[in-house]
C-alpha cells in the first residue's frame, strides 16, 4: 500500500487505516513479550516473526531508529519432539545499549516507570523487575569488540577494556590505584580507598591487629567466609583468596554501576546488592567477618538499622573492619559520629578487638549472655521469638538484635571446623531441616561422582584453567560445589526461595551463595559465569508456572560466550531445550547422544557459541 495515494475513494482510506491498525496492534503482540518471567510458558518466545537487532529502543526512552538496520531472520516456524512442537529459528538480538541490562535492576526503568522510591533510603538500587508489558525476549549482544575473558589468575590482574568499555573508575579513583587503563587492557593495581598500597598489605595489617599466627586472617582456618560490603572493584576479596578465604563483595548498581562487571570479569565472587530497605539474601549467622573501608554508608541511620543487618549476618564472635574517617579524625563531625557509633555498638553488645591507624576491629559477642544483662528498655531490642532470621526474599530489615540459638548458645559459637575441614563435616544446622549426617555424607558422594561424569563430558572441551566463575542454580545443601574443591574455581550457590533455605547449611560448609527467585532475572551483569548448572530448576518453575523460554534467555545472558550450561532435568525438559539450541545459538557438547541418562534424570551439556551482532562485530581472539 503507497502512503499518501489519492483516490478518492473513503472506503479505501479507512481499509487503509484498518490496516495500519491491525499492523500495529499485532507488532505489540509479536513484541510484547518479557526479557525475562513470562508467566505465559508458551507465548513469550513463540510469537514473533522477525529479529529486529534494535529492539528496545523505547525501553531506554530513546528516539525509534530509522536507520532501517534490521537482521531479516526468518519468520518461520519449524516442528520438534518436546512438549512444545513449535520453535522459531532464531530469537530476537537486543539493541547494541542493551549490552549490560540487568532488568531487575535498570535504573531506565525506574525513571519510565515514575516509581516512587525513597532515595535517601537507597531503595531506587534494589530489586525492581519489569512487568510483563515492559519486559522483552531478545539475546543480549556483546560489546564491540568483545574477546572471550583473560584466564584466572591473570584475570585477577588484568581484563580486555573492549569488554567493560568503562573507565570512569580509573580516572575518579586514579590516586587510589584502583585500576589503570593500559592499552587494550584494564589493570588492577590493588589498591582501594583506605589501601592505595595494596589489599595484600591492608590484609596483613587487620591480622596483625587481631594478633592471628602468621599474619594471616584465616586464624588457621577459623575464618572463612567475609561480607565487603561497598567492595569496589573487588581487590580486598581478591587477595583474600591466597589465604583460603572467600568473600562475598558487594555493590549496588549505583553510579559507579560497573564495579560488580569489573569484578566479576576478574574472576573474583560478587553481587550485585545494597543495604537499602530490604534484608540481603543471605542466612543468619553466614559470615565470620564483615569489611567496610570508606564504603560511605550512614551506619547510625534509622536506629543502626544497617549495622543491625550486618548483626544478624554475623557468627558468633565475628568481627566488623572499620576502615573510615570516623575511626581516625579529630575533626568535630567525625569525633561526633564516633561517639554515636561507639554507642550504638556498646548497646548492641560488641567490643572492639582493635584499633590502629584508619581502622577499628569490632566483634560480636560469642553468647547471649550481654544481651540478657543488659538494663531493660535498652534499644536495639532482641528481635521477636517469632522473628525467623534466616527469611530473606524481599523481607524488610528490622532494627532488632537476633540472639542466637540454644545450640549456639550453648558452643559459644558456631561449633564449626576449621577450613577446609568444615566443607566435609556435617554442619551443625543439619537439624533445623531434620536431615541426618547419613543424608549428608551421602550427598556428598552422589555430587562427586556426578561432577566426575561432568568433567568426563566436558574434558574435551576445557583445559584446567577453561573456568572460572560457576553458578549452581539450585544448590540444595552445596555437594556440587565441595566436589569442585580442587579446581581452580569459585561457585555461587543458588537457593530458591520458596523451597528449604539450605543456604545456612551451604554457608556452614564454607561455601557462598544467595537466595533467588528463578521466576526472575539474577542480580548480575550479562556475560560473568563461564558456567551454570540447572538441576530440575525448569520443572520447578514449569510447576510454578513461569516461562521455561525466559529462563533460557535469562541463561544465555549470565553466560559468557564460549561458557557451558549442565542442565540435569526430565526427559520432556531435555527435549524442549534441544529445541532452542540454535535459537540461542548453543551447542550439544555430548556428540554421541547428546544427552546422559542418569536414574530418572537426563543430562545435557551445551556450549554458548561466541557471536557478535553486525555492529559490535571486530575481530576476537
Known amino acids: 500500500m503507497s502512503r499518501g495515494r489519492s483516490d478518492g475513494s473513503q472506503k479505501k482510506r479507512l481499509v487503509a487505516s484498518i490496516c495500519v491498525v491491525a499492523t500495529f496492534l499485532g507488532f505489540l503482540y509479536v513484541y510484547g513479550g518479557s526479557i ?42 519449524r516442528q520438534g519432539d518436546g512438549e512444545d512442537n513449535i520453535v522459531p529459528k532464531s530469537f530476537p538480538v537486543c539493541d547494541d545499549r542493551h549490552s549490560e541490562l540487568i532488568p531487575c535492576l535498570d535504573r531506565h526503568l525506574i525513571y519510565q516507570m515514575r516509581m516512587k522510591l525513597d532515595l535517601s533510603v537507597m531503595e531506587h538500587y534494589e530489586r525492581h523487575c519489569p512487568p510483563a508489558e515492559r519486559r522483552y525476549n531478545c539475546l543480549i549482544p556483546p560489546p564491540s569488540g568483545y574477546k572471550v575473558p583473560i584466564k584466572w589468575p591473570q584475570s585477577r590482574d588484568e581484563v580486555w577494556k573492549a569488554n567493560i568499555p568503562h573507565t570512569h573508575l580509573a580516572h575518579e579513583k586514579s590516586d587510589q590505584n584502583w585500576m589503570v587503563v593500559k592499552g587494550e587492557k ?128 554475623l557468627r558468633p564472635g565475628g568481627y566488623f573492619a572499620y576502615s573510615s574517617p570516623e575511626a581516625y579524625a579529630q575533626d568535630e563531625e567525625d569525633l561526633r559520629i564516633w561517639k554515636e557509633m561507639s554507642d550504638l555498638v556498646g548497646r548492641m553488645c560488641w567490643k572492639v578487638a582493635a584499633k590502629r591507624n584508619q581502622t577499628v576491629v569490632w566483634q560480636k559477642p560469642p553468647t547471649n549472655d550481654c544481651y540478657m544483662e543488659r538494663e531493660p528498655g535498652t534499644r536495639p531490642p532482641l528481635c521477636q521469638s517469632d522473628d525467623d532470621s534466616d527469611a530473606v526474599w524481599g523481607v524488610n530489615m528490622k532494627a532488632c538484635i537476633t540472639p542466637y540459638s ?86 555461587m550457590n543458588v537457593v530458591p526461595q ?108 551445551i556450549q554458548k557459541k561466541m557471536w557478535l551482532t553486525s555492529e559490535s562485530f571486530r575481530d576476537t581472539e
Open 498 to 605: 520458596d523451597g528449604p533455605n539450605t543456604l545456612k547449611l551451604i554457608y556452614d560448609r564454607g561455601l557462598i551463595g544467595t537466595t533467588h527467585d528463578w521466576c526472575e532475572a539474577f542480580s548480575t551483569y550479562p556475560r560473568t559465569y563461564d558456567l551454570l548448572h540447572a538441576w530440575t530448576v525448569f520443572s520447578d518453575i514449569e510447576n510454578k508456572g513461569c516461562s521455561k523460554e525466559d529462563l533460557l534467555i535469562e541463561m544465555d545472558r549470565m553466560l559468557r560466550p564460549t561458557g557451558f550450561a549442565i542442565i540435569r532435568d526430565k526427559q520432556s525438559v531435555i527435549d524442549f531445550i534441544k529445541n532452542h539450541l540454535s535459537a540461542l545459538h548453543w551447542e550439544a557438547i555430548d556428540s554421541s547422544s547428546n544427552s546422559v541418562q542418569d536414574g530418572d534424570e537426563v543430562v545435557l551439556i
Open 36 to 77: 525475562f518471567g513470562s508467566q505465559n510458558s508458551g507465548s513469550s518466545t513463540l510469537e514473533y516473526g522477525r529479529s529486529l537487532k534494535r529492539l528496545g529502543s523505547s525501553y531506554l526512552g530513546a528516539e525509534d531508529d530509522t536507520d532501517g538496520k534490521q537482521d531479516e531472520s526468518s519468520s518461520s516456524f
Open 406 to 491: 540454644d545450640h549456639d548458645n550453648r558452643a559459644k559459637g558456631s561449633g564449626l571446623a576449621p577450613w577446609p575441614a568444615r566443607l566435609t563435616s556435617p554442619p551443625p544446622r543439619l537439624a533445623d531441616f531434620g536431615y541426618s549426617n547419613d543424608m549428608f555424607e551421602k550427598d556428598t558422594e552422589l555430587w562427586q561422582r556426578r561432577v566426575e561424569k561432568y568433567w568426563d563430558l566436558l574434558s574435551p572441551k576445557i583445559t584446567s584453567n577453561t573456568l572460572r566463575n560457576i553458578m549452581d542454580m539450585k544448590a540444595n545443601m552445596g555437594s556440587f560445589a565441595a566436589a569442585l574443591r580442587d579446581k581452580k574455581v569459585w561457585v
Open 186 to 313: 584494564i589493570v588492577f593495581p590493588g589498591g582501594g580507598t583506605h589501601f592505595h598500597y595494596g589489599a595484600d598489605k591492608y590484609i596483613a595489617s587487620i591480622a596483625n591487629m587481631l594478633n592471628f599466627s602468621n599474619n594471616n586472617l584465616n586464624n588457621e582456618g577459623r575464618l572463612r567466609t567475609v561480607l565487603d560490603v561497598g567492595c569496589g572493584v573487588a581487590s580486598f576479596g581478591a587477595y583474600l583468596l591466597s589465604s583460603d578465604i572467600i568473600a562475598m563483595s558487594l555493590a549496588p548498581n549505583d553510579v559507579h554501576q560497573n564495579q560488580i562487571q569489573f569484578a566479576l570479569e576478574r574472576g573474583i565472587p560478587a553481587y550485585l546488592g545494597v543495604l537499602g530497605t530490604k534484608r540481603l539474601p543471605y542466612p543468619s549467622r553466614s559470615f565470620e567477618f564483615a569489611h567496610c573501608s570508606r564504603c560511605r554508608i550512614d551506619w547510625l541511620q534509622r536506629d543502626g538499622l544497617l549495622l543491625l543487618e550486618l548483626d544478624r549476618l
